[in-house]
């Protein structure tokens, strides 16, 4: 089947600290791969997305590497910021438009 | 225009009455999507119509009626929800182009609904 599995939060940061969440998948053949992040009282808003091997996608600081030998879509950023307090929710897309969500990462930064 | 629109932004009802939630988008995407919310867990697809037609029911309860009138509109009609159903309800929109990579979702803020 197809499955995300996202390491468990709630994760506490010092702002300027390095952040790494950790995505893995399970999937039938070449499945999208996308970071969502949600604000408190929003709705999810896309970070980045790859659509195959080895491709990174990058925005606002945050990387993240689609990696096939070890399914995994690892988030990276180096050095977080108050605002980036969020929740954030790694994906992928298979055929037929079916998305499927981790259970999301729960990310404070403290000043 | 790169939103998705949902109204109204909270909901409160009780058991007998019947609401109705929407979402609109203008983007001129083909899929679009309901998802359920609850606190501290991800999104659960229920709903997906591409091109106006109904293509995944994610075995919702029959309480939750979808209906999407045109490419741009997409509304969840309520009737006898119960107090579990509280939630926030997501709309999303895509492109509709099965299997293009080039595929990514574009989410409402949501309606918060609680049911009394």
């Known amino acids: ?111 | 225009d790169t939103e998705v629109t949902q109204t109204p932004k909270h909901l409160v009802m009780g058991m007998t009455n019947k609401k109705s939630l929407k979402c609109e988008q203008h983007m001129g995407h083909r899929a679009m999507y309901w998802y359920k919310q609850k606190a501290k867990k991800p999104p659960e697809l229920m709903f997906v119509y591409s091109y106006e037609k109904l293509s995944i029911n994610e075995s919702v309860p029959s309480r939750f009626s979808p209906e999407c009138p045109n490419s741009s509109l997409l509304n969840l009609h309520l009737h006898a929800l119960q107090p579990e159903d509280s939630a926030l309800y997501l709309c999303a929109s895509s492109q509709g182009s099965s299997g293009q990579k080039n595929e990514k979702l574009f989410f409402g803020s949501g309606t918060q609904l609680s049911v009394l």
Not at chain 1, 51 to 57: I, N, P, R, S
Not at chain 1, 90 to 106: E, I, K, P
């Open chain 1, 1 to 111: 089947g197809n499955s995300v599995t996202q390491m468990e939060g709630p994760v506490t940061l010092s702002e300027e600290a390095f952040l790494t969440i950790n995505c893995t998948y399970t999937a039938t053949g070449y499945p999208s791969l996308f970071w969502y992040v949600q604000y408190p009282g929003e709705g999810l808003q896309l970070l980045l997305k790859a659509t195959k091997a080895d491709d990174k996608g990058s925005n606002k600081g945050f990387e993240a590497t689609y990696r096939k030998e070890t399914t995994s879509f690892h988030l990276e950023k180096g050095s977080v910021q108050v605002s980036d307090s969020a929740v954030y929710f790694c994906a992928l897309m298979r055929a037929g438009n079916q998305f499927y969500f981790g259970t999301g990462t729960s990310l404070t930064v403290i000043p």
